[in-house]
C-alpha cells in the first residue's frame, strides 16, 4: 500500500508559498492522476474550499479513487443543518461525477461545540447510513481542538498537520490515542506549504526570527547528504500510527520525485526541531507576519 495520499487544493487554485507555476491545468491533473494510479495512490484529497478543485476532478474523472472531501462552516441562522449539510454533500457528489465518497470531513470541527453541533453530527452520521459516505471526521489545525471534541464524539478520520517542525500531533499524545481507539489518521503540511523545501537564501525575510531553526535544518541535511523532500517524506513515514501523508503537486515530475524520494532510505533519527510558535507551523498565520 503506497501510504501518500494526493492533495488537490493546486487543482482548484494558485495554493502554497513556493508555487511558481499558480494553479494546475486540466491537461496536467490528468497526467498527474494517471501516475497516481499506476504508482499505487489511491486517496485524493479535496474540498468544497478549494476552488474548481472537485469540479477539475470530476470533469478529468475520479471513479478509480478513494475521494476525501471537506465541508465549509454552517452558515450563521441555518434553521435546517441537516438539509444544508445533505445539500453540499449532493452538490460535491456531482461536481466529483461520483455517486459516494471514502470521507468527508469538517473544515471548523470547532462548529461541533456550538448550539447545533449534535445536529450537525447526526446529519454526518446520516450520511455514512445512507451509504453516500464511509468515513466521518475533522480536518485540524492543532490537535488541542480534539481535547473537547473526542469525548462527546465518534470519528472514522481524522486530518491534522504534522512535520518535521510541526509534531504536536505526536507529542500531545493524540497520535496514539488516535489509533488506539481505531481512527484512521491523515496529515498534510509535510513541507510546509514548502517553505521546508526552500534554500536558506529563498525562505522570504518574514521567516527571519526563525533563522536559526531554518540553519539547524539545513545543516543536518547537509551533514547527512538527504534532500529536503526525502527527509520531509520519511519523518511523517516514520510513524506507523500515521495512515496517509497528503501530499500536494502541481506537475507529473514533481509527483514522480516525491514517490521515488518517499522509497529512499534515511538515517534512523532525526533532528530535534520541534517548534510550538503558530506564527510558523499555522500556514494561517503567515499574512500576519
Given at each position: ?13 494558485p495554493?502554497?508559498v ?7 491545468t ?8 494517471k ?18 478543485s ?12 478513494k ?17 444544508w ?29 456550538e ?6 453530527y447526526q ?6 447510513t ?11 489545525y492543532?490537535?488541542?481542538e ?7 464524539y ?22 496514539d490515542?488516535?489509533?488506539y ?15 521546508l523545501?526552500?534554500?536558506r537564501?529563498d ?41 496517509r ?7 507529473v ?23 510550538e510558535?503558530e ?11
Open positions: 500500500m503506497n501510504r501518500l495520499a494526493l492533495g488537490t487544493v493546486q487543482f482548484g487554485l495554493y502554497g513556493a508555487n511558481e507555476v499558480g494553479q494546475v486540466r491537461l496536467a491533473v490528468k497526467s498527474v492522476l501516475l497516481a494510479k499506476e504508482r499505487g495512490i489511491d486517496i485524493l484529497d479535496t474540498a468544497i474550499a478549494y476552488g474548481e472537485e469540479a477539475c476532478l470530476g470533469e478529468v474523472g475520479v471513479n478509480e479513487f475521494l476525501v472531501t471537506k465541508i465549509q462552516a454552517v452558515p450563521g441562522g441555518c434553521i435546517d443543518v441537516g438539509g449539510v445533505q445539500e453540499q454533500v449532493n452538490e460535491s457528489l456531482a461536481r466529483l461525477g461520483v455517486s459516494s465518497m471514502y470521507g468527508l470531513l469538517l473544515h471548523h470541527s470547532s462548529q461541533l461545540l448550539s447545533d453541533g449534535k445536529a450537525l446529519a454526518l452520521q446520516a450520511l455514512k445512507s451509504g453516500q459516505v464511509k468515513k466521518i471526521g475533522i480536518s485540524i492543532s490537535p488541542s480534539l481535547d473537547a471534541l473526542i469525548p462527546r465518534s470519528f472514522d478520520l481524522v486530518q491534522a498537520p504534522f512535520n518535521i517542525f510541526d509534531r504536536r500531533l505526536s507529542d500531545s499524545g493524540w497520535l490515542r488516535l489509533k481507539d481505531g481512527v484512521e489518521v491523515h496529515v498534510r503540511s509535510a513541507f510546509l506549504q514548502g517553505l523545501l526552500m534554500s537564501e525562505v522570504p525575510v518574514k521567516f527571519a526570527r526563525w533563522t536559526d531553526l531554518f540553519n539547524l535544518w539545513h545543516e543536518w541535511l547537509s551533514n547527512n547528504s538527504v534532500s529536503a523532500v526525502q527527509a520531509c517524506l520519511a519523518y511523517p513515514l516514520s510513524f506507523s500510527d500515521i495512515d501523508v497528503v501530499i500536494g503537486v502541481d506537475s515530475s514533481q509527483l514522480e520525485q516525491i514517490i521515488n524520494e518517499a522509497q529512499a532510505i534515511l538515517p534512523n533519527s532525526f533532528p530535534d526541531l520541534h517548534c510558535d506564527d510558523l507551523i499555522n500556514p494561517a498565520h503567515w499574512s500576519q507576519l
